[in-house]
């Protein structure tokens, strides 16, 4: 449930922070370290972002100090750092109104809260998001029974024969991850060559080796064979237009996510391509008191991981301090000596 009200009569925090996937608790983390107070906002019903909602049983390998964790638990454990600084979540309303005053922000929410702020961090992923699906007649009628955008609990598919369709890491890692454990699995793509991590692509090319695994390239998804929502085969169809058919329980199409700012574009935010453009070493907006920091973020030579929104973080927390507190010198300890504030 998402918390009272916050009128303009109650307490005033620091940073309100919008967007609770990785980033944003992580930015929670970095503001705390340096005193500054956080509400956080944002459109889902759970923390977590994309890592929740679309997939939280994703091995994920880039963390440091995790040579793998799952998506889930990486937003388990970064809820729990952030815990000590008491955030306040609006979770399941997005921000539809944004008035400036002298030293603070007032956002009005999609569910009629009221907050206010002195600064804001956009750490809102890529914005709202949903998934590219393919262009198959009928497929709703298999969505959530046959066909899933992600997948939240990898156990249900033990035992079944499972498509997957794309070319990138989702396409990738859940082959990797699925194919010990399915009857067979079958990676769809229309092209030869993968986007995904070099490693990961010579695992793929042992998967044959050991389990029901073949690549299907090139092909792309043609249509669908089934009733009432239950999936029989999967029929791909090559560059020359010959249609082979693949036995099939489970289609999992992977084509990214297609994605809008939402309200956010109408700030007056300078944008590049759907992403806010951003100074790297502050984080800040071309709006004052705004910043922006995780893949929402634009600036030469940015690279899209988690670690580098993390970094963005605690460049953003900085700059603010700094604004907000401007005789109060912040003298930088590591937070092995002088660990969590009291």
Same mark, same amino acid.
């Given at each position: 449930m998402p918390d009272k009200t916050l009128n303009i009569e109650d307490e005033m925090k620091d940073v309100a922070i919008i967007g609770a996937g990785p980033v944003g608790l992580f930015t929670i983390f970095q503001c705390g370290m340096l005193g500054l107070s956080t509400v956080v906002i944002d459109s889902l019903e759970e923390i977590g972002g994309q890592c929740t909602a679309l997939y939280p049983e994703k091995p994920i390998y880039d963390i440091p100090a995790y040579p793998e964790i799952m998506a889930a638990d990486l937003i388990a454990q970064l809820k729990k750092q952030a815990a000590p600084f008491k955030p306040r979540y609006c979770l399941n309303q997005q921000i539809v109104a944004l008035s400036q005053y002298d030293d603070f922000w007032r956002l009005k929410t999609s569910l009629g809260q009221e907050i206010q702020a002195k600064t804001i961090i956009i750490a809102g992923g890529a914005g709202a998001f949903g998934p590219n699906k393919p262009p198959l007649k009928g497929l709703e009628s298999y969505e959530g029974r046959s066909v899933f955008y992600m997948v939240r609990r990898k156990d249900d598919l033990i035992g079944k024969k499972v498509i997957i369709a794309g070319g990138g890491d989702s396409a990738v890692d859940w082959a990797l991850s699925l194919a010990p454990i399915a009857e067979s699995v079958r990676l769809v793509h229309r092209r030869e060559k993968f986007r995904a991590a070099p490693d990961n692509l010579l695992k793929l090319q042992e998967l044959s080796q050991k389990y029901n695994f073949e690549? !299907?390239?090139?092909?792309?998804?043609?249509?669908?064979?089934?009733?009432?929502? =239950?999936?029989?085969?999967?029929? /791909?169809? @090559?560059?020359?237009?010959?249609?082979?058919?693949?036995?099939?329980? !489970?289609?999992?199409?992977?084509?990214?996510?297609?994605?809008?700012?939402?309200? =956010?574009?109408?700030?007056?935010? /300078?944008? @590049?391509?759907?992403?806010?453009?951003?100074?790297?070493?502050t984080a800040r907006t071309n709006i004052d008191s705004v910043y922006a920091v995780g893949d929402i973020a634009s600036y030469?030579?940015?690279?899209?991981?988690?670690?580098?929104?993390?970094?963005?973080?605690?460049?953003?927390?900085?700059?603010?301090?700094?604004?907000?507190?401007p005789e109060t010198p912040l003298h930088f300890e590591y937070s092995t000596t002088k660990g969590l504030p009291q």
């Open positions: 690549l !299907i390239v090139p092909y792309q998804l043609d249509s669908l064979t089934g009733k009432n929502g =239950i999936l029989h085969a999967v029929n /791909v169809k @090559d560059t020359n237009g010959s249609v082979r058919t693949l036995e099939a329980d !489970i289609l999992l199409p992977f084509y990214g996510l297609s994605m809008a700012l939402g309200p =956010i574009a109408d700030w007056g935010l /300078v944008l @590049d391509q759907n992403h806010i453009s951003t100074q790297p070493t030469d030579n940015k690279k899209k991981y988690i670690l580098t929104g993390f970094s963005e973080a605690a460049f953003a927390a900085h700059d603010i301090y700094k604004k907000l507190y």
